[in-house]
T-cell receptor, first 116, second 114 residues
Framework: DGGITQSPKYLFRKEGQNVTLSCEQN?????MYWYRQDPGQGLRLIYYSQIVNDFQKGDIAEGYSVSREKKESFPLTVTSAQKNPTAFYLC???????????????FGPGTRLTVL | AQSVTQPDIHITVSEGASLELRCNYS??????LFWYVQSPGQGLQLLLK??????LVQGIKGFEAEFKRSQSSFNLRKPSVHWSDAAEYFCAVLLSGGYNKLIFGAGTRLAVHP
């Protein structure tokens, strides 16, 4: 079955450490997204990428970095510069260039990051 | 600025009762609208979407939503709620063009009493 996988499901990190969250999709989608979810705030866009080797900052990119070396992979690194990294992180993807259907984003199961 | 408002943070209904979750958006152009559902600790699942055409859209799990341009609303409804519908529901508007940005509301948490 095609879909989006995120690993790990739960992640614990000590303050001052960088950590990388994995996102892989086998949907052959062009665009990928990272969102952060906090209670009572909905989802906020961290980074997005529409093509390999290109990505753009979203609304809350400070303290985060990404790479897009392969179409199917879009890892997110939470750096020590992120002041409040404890949150639920969701990855999404969509297929560009298929008309209106390309407006739908598909979401992975998420990774819960806790900073100790 | 573009925004989505879900006025109800928490809603509790009895099983079998009808449900309406409110969503208001602020967006100058023709909106593309979505409702997603999230079970605890899980990702988001698309319930339904509105792009154009019929303003009453049907989704999965017996949900429907009605787009009302005059009220800038896209309320989600279900005639008879099941205990398994307990979850968090998010309304979102798409900023079309460019990178296809979704603006989410803060969510409504639904509890279902037996």
């Amino acid at each position: 079955d095609g879909g989006i996988t995120q690993s790990p499901k739960y992640l614990f990190r000590k303050e001052g450490q960088n950590v990388t969250l994995s996102c892989e999709q086998n949907l052959n989608h062009d665009a990928m997204y990272w969102y952060r979810q906090d209670p009572g705030q909905g989802l906020r866009l961290i980074y997005y990428s529409q093509i390999v080797n290109d990505f753009q900052k979203g609304d809350i990119a400070e303290g985060y970095s990404v790479s897009r070396e392969k179409k199917e992979s879009f890892p997110l690194t939470v750096t020590s510069a992120q002041k409040n990294p404890t949150a639920f992180y969701l990855c999404a993807s969509r297929n560009i260039g298929v008309g209106l259907a390309g407006n739908e984003q598909f979401f992975g199961p998420g990774t819960r990051l806790t900073v100790l | 600025a573009q925004s989505v408002t879900q006025p109800d943070i928490h809603i509790t209904v009895s099983e079998g009762a009808s449900l309406e979750l409110r969503c208001n958006y602020s967006y100058g152009a023709t909106p593309y609208l979505f409702w997603y559902v999230q079970s605890p600790g899980q990702g988001l699942q698309l319930l339904l979407k509105y792009f154009s055409g019929d303003t009453l859209v049907q989704g999965i799990k017996g949900f429907e939503a009605e787009f009302k341009r005059s009220q800038s609303s896209f309320n989600l409804r279900k005639p008879s709620v099941h205990w398994s519908d307990a979850a968090e529901y998010f309304c979102a508007v798409l900023l079309s063009g460019g990178y296809n940005k979704l603006i989410f509301g803060a969510g409504t948490r639904l509890a279902v009493h037996p």
